[in-house]
């Protein structure tokens, strides 16, 4: 699966990955790991890096670098996404706390 940048927001469960069939847990995975896969593309944009020195500050390999960009969800864990984002000098938070009323 392909996505080029945040997941577009749909009126009914306001989920792209929810409207797709994806389960909840799934779903929410997806969207974190959208978002973590959205940061590091801008940051290796802001910073004007190749593919070969994103890599080489990732601590990644090149085609890595080129799964990331062109959004290839499905071959990157939250884990590795989260390894690369620190390794960016990026700041990583999680929240847990009860379900937001919609």
Do not use: C, H, W
Request: hydrophobic share 35%; proline share 4%.
């Amino acid at each position: 699966m392909k996505l080029e940048s945040q997941p577009k927001k749909t009126p009914e469960s306001r989920s792209v990955f929810a409207d797709l069939g994806f389960s909840a847990a799934e779903t929410r995975n997806l969207e974190l790991r959208t978002q973590l896969m959205t940061s590091l593309r801008k940051y290796i944009e802001k910073e004007g890096l190749t593919q070969a020195s994103a890599a080489e500050r990732l601590k990644v390999t090149q085609p890595r670098i080129s799964d990331l960009t062109r959004g290839k969800i499905s071959r990157f864990s939250l884990d590795t996404l989260v390894n690369m984002a620190s390794d960016a000098g990026l700041e990583v938070n999680l929240r847990i706390g009860p379900r937001r009323a919609a």
